[in-house]
């Protein structure tokens, strides 16, 4: 199975929306542990992570640490972003690790458990992860580039206890959030 096959309706239950846990909250800064894709409790969250993404305006990853779950999980969604060249669409991975990494490239990221900033942080532009589907424990590896290969970096960054502020080259690098009409 490809991530491409995967469909939220796999899970097999309804997701919840969840509040999304902001800066300084200590499970953004802590390792998440590796899960059980088959687990009741991981569908459950890969799940809600769906859910709370889709309400969510610009949001194209959400990370288990941001609904405040220690859990190495999360979901991620490119799909109409301007920037975006290869997309996989919708999905949900478990314990996921990159694989292979090319040349970094600048570029701004935010993230809504730090919502009033956003900064230049540098990630590979081409990137092979691999992980497990949540409720068939399926091992696949997704193979991407561009923009959607910064977000799947950025989420595995949260699993890892990372922000995007621990990436950025220094102060002169962070910025308000800019709001547009």
Same mark, same amino acid.
């Not at 009033?116 to 532009?125: H, M, N, P, Q, Y």
């Not at 991407?144 to 799947?152: G, I």
């Given at each position: !199975?490809?991530?491409?096959?995967?469909?939220?309706?796999?899970?097999?239950?309804?997701?919840?929306?969840?509040?999304?846990? @902001? =800066?300084? =909250?200590?499970?953004?800064? %802590?390792?998440?542990?590796?899960?059980?894709? %088959?687990?009741?409790?991981?569908? @459950?969250?890969?799940?809600? #992570?769906?859910?709370? !993404?889709?309400?969510?305006?610009? /949001?194209?990853?959400?990370?288990?640490? %941001?609904?405040?779950?220690?859990? &190495?999980? $999360?979901?991620?969604?490119?799909?109409?972003?301007?920037?975006?060249?290869?997309?996989?669409?919708? $999905?949900?991975? /478990?314990?996921?690790?990159?694989?292979?990494?090319? @040349?970094?490239?600048? *570029?701004?990221? *935010? /993230? !809504?458990?730090?919502?009033? #900033?956003?900064?230049?942080?540098?990630?590979?532009?081409? #990137?092979?992860?691999?992980? %497990?589907?949540?409720?068939?424990?399926?091992?696949?590896?997704?193979?991407?580039?561009? $923009?959607?290969?910064?977000? #799947?970096?950025?989420?595995?960054? &949260? /699993?890892?206890?990372?922000? $995007?502020?621990?990436?950025?080259?220094?102060? &002169?690098?962070?910025?308000? @959030?800019?709001?547009?009409?």
């Amino acid at each position: !199975m490809s991530v491409r096959d995967w469909v939220e309706s796999d899970l097999g239950v309804p997701g919840t929306v969840l509040p999304v846990v @902001r =800066a300084p =909250a200590a499970v953004l800064s %802590q390792p998440a542990p590796h899960v059980d894709p %088959q687990a009741p409790e991981t569908v @459950r969250l890969a799940a809600d #992570l769906v859910a709370t !993404m889709r309400v969510s305006p610009g /949001c194209v990853g959400l990370a288990a640490c %941001q609904v405040g779950v220690a859990a &190495h999980v $999360f979901a991620v969604d490119v799909t109409g972003h301007p920037k975006a060249r290869t997309v996989h669409g919708t $999905f949900v991975l /478990c314990n996921a690790r990159v694989e292979e990494a090319t @040349r970094k490239e600048k *570029g701004r990221e *935010g /993230c !809504m458990s730090v919502p009033d #900033l956003t900064g230049d942080v540098k990630r590979a532009t081409r #990137l092979v992860v691999s992980g %497990q589907l949540p409720g068939s424990g399926d091992h696949v590896t997704v193979e991407t580039d561009a $923009f959607e290969a910064r977000a #799947l970096q950025h989420e595995i960054d &949260h /699993c890892d206890g990372y922000l $995007f502020l621990d990436r950025v080259s220094g102060a &002169h690098a962070v910025y308000p @959030r800019q709001t547009y009409l």
